[in-house]
């Protein structure tokens, strides 16, 4: 090599002066360089690597070759010089695999070159440096041992049909490249999320932290479905049946407003609403809810499916049994009386009606509604014309307001027995607050031409009414109503009331 017969024109003299003044010397400019380069990595590794292991390889070898003169035929010179070649290819390795990792880095930790290549590259070059260490510094004849190896290989090859299976399926999946780490794909039965591919296999990760190991050579010869390519935009299905009586274009309304309303379902592409069936006990809807990704499946499913029970019920929608009932008595159904004393119990139990006789709190009740609203569905919104006055049975509210960037945000929570939308009892008036069910919440929502005149004969209803109002325009955060404190700091339009009366 022309390395080494430059070395042995020199003295050894000359090497050993080298060895006690130049080697010290480079080893603090190594040391010096890694202090400079600490916050680059990249560099500050490779060079510690070359400090640590190659230069102290390198002395030893100069050592033996140079000072000592030992034949380059002896044993103790020739593992010298092996260990600094293993070194050498170490340090090469390792700058190859870090360059690789930084830039996966830039990738936003994407895998940009696959394990299984990394690893096959690794042992290409390990293999290529054992070959130059053992034709240059050991003699061997590459011929005989690749000789050898043609015969040895088919022996392998026999015996290890299914890990070279493993090993090809790997490659060929490695040149396709359907997927990557971090897709969720699904194989047979299994789904999973991939944290690792090897040259034997791929590891997912199930939505129950399970590990499952898949074979390339399965993977090779199965149906895979990747959820993420080509592009992570999912579509989830989502089959429903509601009654016969309940008419389809209702319910598809209604499906729509709590698919648009359920956090994480993307407005763009909207939700679609197909009929899809006439089965024995309802019609079949499918819902198709579009996610940004489907990693959000779980969480949005279960968000939207119990939106769906309290916007059935809203909406007076029937969601049947897929079962056949025989009843052996007659239903009793709750009467209209019934209902009309249930709700003026309610009505009787809010701070605000305390002083109210019996014949106006049925007047009222009569006309009412009660609704249901789940936790974190809208019941007002800003803008919304045609409104009610919502007494709150049950449960609590937040009321939120957009700042200056649009972003709404919380400037009460009202308790039971408070009230909202009053701005229905003024005509072309619409909300200015967004109202948010904080729990699951119960409402009366009160008719406006029957309320109008009952507050007209209790000008002291109307006058805490109004208080309330005033502060919460004010910014006040508590009024008093029978003892009860009933309002928070809302930003509201305000009314006239003259001589106890609600005038437009």
């Given at each position: 090599?022309?390395?080494?017969?430059?070395?042995?024109?020199?003295?050894?003299?000359?090497?050993?002066?080298?060895?006690?003044?130049?080697?010290?010397?480079?080893?603090?400019?190594?040391?010096?360089?890694?202090?400079?380069?600490?916050?680059?990595?990249?560099?500050?590794?490779?060079?510690?690597?070359?400090?640590?292991?190659?230069?102290?390889?390198?002395?030893?070898?100069?050592?033996?070759?140079?000072?000592?003169?030992?034949?380059?035929?002896?044993?103790?010179?020739?593992?010298?010089?092996?260990?600094?070649?293993?070194?050498?290819?170490?340090?090469?390795?390792?700058?190859?695999?870090?360059?690789?990792?930084?830039?996966?880095?830039?990738?936003?930790?994407?895998?940009?070159?696959?394990?299984?290549?990394?690893?096959?590259?690794?042992?290409?070059?390990?293999?290529?440096?054992?070959?130059?260490?053992?034709?240059?510094?050991?003699?061997?004849?590459?011929?005989?041992?690749?000789?050898?190896?043609?015969?040895?290989?088919?022996?392998?090859?026999?015996?290890?049909?299914?890990?070279?299976?493993?090993?090809?399926?790997?490659?060929?999946?490695?040149?396709?490249?359907?997927?990557?780490?971090?897709?969720?794909?699904?194989?047979?039965?299994?789904?999973?999320?991939?944290?690792?591919?090897?040259?034997?296999?791929?590891?997912?990760?199930?939505?129950?932290?399970?590990?499952?190991?898949?074979?390339?050579?399965?993977?090779?010869?199965?149906?895979?479905?990747?959820?993420?390519?080509?592009?992570?935009?999912?579509?989830?299905?989502?089959?429903?049946?509601?009654?016969?009586?309940?008419?389809?274009?209702?319910?598809?309304?209604?499906?729509?407003?709590?698919?648009?309303?359920?956090?994480?379902?993307?407005?763009?592409?909207?939700?679609?609403?197909?009929?899809?069936?006439?089965?024995?006990?309802?019609?079949?809807?499918?819902?198709?809810?579009?996610?940004?990704?489907?990693?959000?499946?779980?969480?949005?499913?279960?968000?939207?499916?119990?939106?769906?029970?309290?916007?059935?019920?809203?909406?007076?929608?029937?969601?049947?049994?897929?079962?056949?009932?025989?009843?052996?008595?007659?239903i009793t159904q709750p009467t209209l009386e019934d209902l009309v004393a249930e709700r003026v119990l309610?009505?009787?139990?809010?701070?605000?009606?305390?002083?109210?006789?019996?014949?106006?709190?049925?007047?009222?009740?009569?006309?009412?509604?009660?609704?249901?609203?789940?936790?974190?569905?809208?019941?007002?919104?800003?803008?919304?014309?045609?409104?009610?006055?919502?007494?709150?049975?049950?449960?609590?509210?937040?009321?939120?307001?957009?700042?200056?960037?649009?972003?709404?945000?919380?400037?009460?929570?009202?308790?039971?027995?408070?009230?909202?939308?009053?701005?229905?009892?003024?005509?072309?008036?619409?909300?200015?607050?967004?109202?948010?069910?904080?729990?699951?919440?119960?409402?009366?929502?009160?008719?406006?031409?029957?309320?109008?005149?009952?507050?007209?004969?209790?000008?002291?209803?109307?006058?805490?009414?109004?208080?309330?109002?005033?502060?919460?325009?004010?910014?006040?955060?508590?009024?008093?109503?029978?003892?009860?404190?009933?309002?928070?700091?809302?930003?509201?339009?305000?009314?006239?009331?003259?001589n106890g009366k609600v005038t437009h």
């Amino acid at each position: 090599m022309p390395f080494l017969n430059h070395l042995l024109e020199d003295s050894s003299l000359t090497w050993s002066l080298g060895l006690i003044v130049i080697y010290p010397l480079l080893m603090i400019a190594l040391g010096e360089a890694m202090l400079r380069l600490r916050h680059r990595p990249l560099l500050h590794q490779t060079l510690r690597a070359v400090r640590n292991l190659v230069m102290p390889a390198l002395a030893v070898f100069i050592l033996l070759s140079r000072v000592i003169r030992l034949d380059g035929e002896q044993t103790p010179l020739r593992v010298a010089q092996t260990v600094l070649w293993v070194l050498l290819i170490h340090v090469i390795l390792q700058l190859a695999n870090q360059l690789l990792l930084a830039r996966e880095r830039d990738e936003n930790n994407r895998a940009h070159v696959p394990k299984l290549l990394r690893d096959l590259i690794r042992f290409a070059l390990v293999a290529l440096g054992a070959a130059i260490v053992l034709s240059t510094v050991w003699g061997a004849d590459l011929g005989g041992v690749v000789a050898a190896l043609g015969v040895g290989s088919i022996v392998l090859g026999l015996a290890l049909q299914d890990a070279l299976g493993n090993l090809f399926s790997g490659l060929a999946l490695l040149i396709e490249q359907p997927f990557a780490v971090g897709d969720w794909i699904q194989v047979g039965d299994d789904t999973g999320k991939i944290v690792e591919v090897n040259w034997r296999a791929v590891h997912l990760i199930t939505r129950e932290q399970e590990l499952i190991i898949v074979p390339n050579s399965i993977l090779a010869g199965q149906t895979l479905q990747n959820f993420r390519r080509p592009q992570r935009l999912h579509v989830e299905p989502v089959d429903l049946g509601f009654s016969y009586d309940d008419p389809p274009n209702v319910v598809k309304q209604v499906l729509k407003e709590t698919a648009l309303a359920t956090i994480g379902v993307l407005t763009e592409p909207a939700p679609v609403i197909q009929t899809i069936s006439y089965d024995d006990s309802s019609i079949g809807y499918r819902v198709r809810l579009f996610l940004a990704d489907y990693e959000q499946v779980p969480a949005v499913r279960d968000d939207f499916m119990s939106r769906v029970w309290y916007s059935a019920q809203r909406n007076k929608l029937n969601i049947p049994f897929p079962i056949r009932t025989v009843y052996h008595q007659p239903i009793t159904q709750p009467t209209l009386e019934d209902l009309v004393a249930e709700r003026v119990l309610k009505l009787r139990s809010l701070p605000l009606f305390l002083t109210l006789e019996t014949d106006e709190l049925e007047l009222l009740a009569r006309t009412s509604e009660l609704r249901s609203f789940g936790q974190g569905e809208p019941i007002l919104r800003i803008g919304e014309t045609k409104i009610r006055m919502h007494m709150l049975v049950k449960g609590r509210v937040e009321m939120t307001v957009p700042n200056s960037q649009g972003i709404n945000v919380a400037i009460a929570t009202l308790d039971q027995g408070n009230f909202f939308g009053e701005s229905a009892l003024l005509s072309r008036q619409t909300t200015t607050a967004n109202i948010l069910a904080k729990d699951d919440v119960e409402v009366l929502l009160l008719d406006t031409p029957t309320l109008q005149p009952v507050l007209n004969r209790n000008p002291n209803i109307l006058a805490n009414i109004d208080s309330v109002i005033e502060q919460r325009r004010s910014g006040a955060t508590t009024t008093s109503i029978g003892g009860t404190n009933l309002a928070t700091k809302e930003a509201l339009p305000w009314r006239n009331i003259n001589n106890g009366k609600v005038t437009h």
